[in-house]
T-cell receptor
Framework: DAMVIQNPRYQVTQFGKPVTLSCSQTLNHNVMYWYQQKSSQAPKLLFHYYDKDFNNEADTPDNFQSRRPNTSFCFLDIRSPGLGDAAMYLC????????????FGPGTRLTVL | KQEVTQIPAALSVPEGENLVLNCSFTDSAIYNLQWFRQDPGKGLTSLLLIQSSQREQTSGRLNASLDKSSGRSTLYIAASQPGDSATYLCAVIGYGQNFVFGPGTRLSVLP
């Protein structure tokens, strides 16, 4: 049974055209994360939510925004995608307690034309 | 700022060999350390989680150790199989839910 679900799995957008990626979880975890992973590189944390508390990484571009309307869902909005934003976007969750394991979704591969 | 490195970047071994993957981190004030596996074009699968108070964790053919004072963790894979071929990433978990990943080791196990 899928625990962290990402939609769509593949997204193609045009340069400058806003795009929204979706993540949902059935684990009832407190924390949800968004990572960007470019080819052969480590996943880079963009931001995370602890419940409704939003935590933005210092070097996350303003072009990236996130929403968490409820415990189960979290969205990544890219306001004006550039060619450099083409990447795999990974969503993860964790309970927020100790010890803490992250559970990842399958990722959304974003292509910018 | 925490930095995580992994050596080697890539490794190719014949089936049946035992192997060791290395992970180093610069800030020893960590909460946990986690090892993941990533297959091409897929998400990450958790393999082992080591709490900062622990020295090692084992799951099947996998054994991970942690030496906080020296900033090192190793992942030992016994009797490697072609199905073990994947990229292995370590992630250091700091306080405040801050996960920092290493760049990964790309493993190929040849039949």
């Amino acid at each position: 049974d899928a625990m962290v679900i990402q939609n769509p799995r593949y997204q193609v957008t045009q340069f400058g055209k806003p795009v929204t990626l979706s993540c949902s979880q059935t684990l009832n975890h407190n924390v949800m994360y968004w990572y960007q992973q470019k080819s052969s590189q480590a996943p880079k944390l963009l931001f995370h939510y602890y419940d409704k508390d939003f935590n933005n990484e210092a070097d996350t571009p303003d072009n990236f925004q996130s929403r968490r309307p409820n415990t189960s869902f979290c969205f990544l909005d890219i306001r004006s995608p550039g060619l450099g934003d083409a990447a795999m976007y990974l969503c993860a969750t964790s309970r927020g307690g100790a010890p803490d394991t992250q559970y990842f979704g399958p990722g959304t591969r974003l292509t910018v034309l | 700022k925490q930095e995580v490195t992994q050596i080697p970047a890539a490794l190719s071994v014949p089936e049946g060999e035992n192997l060791v993957l290395n992970c180093s981190f610069t800030d020893s004030a960590i909460y946990n350390l986690q090892w993941f596996r990533q297959d091409p074009g897929k998400g990450l699968t958790s393999l082992l989680l080591i709490q900062s108070s622990q020295r090692e964790q084992t799951s099947g053919r996998l054994n991970a150790s942690l030496d906080k004072s020296s900033g090192r963790s190793t992942l030992y894979i016994a009797a490697s199989q072609p199905g073990d071929s994947a990229t292995y990433l370590c992630a250091v978990i700091g306080y405040g839910q801050n996960f920092v990943f290493g760049p990964g080791t790309r493993l190929s196990v040849l039949p």
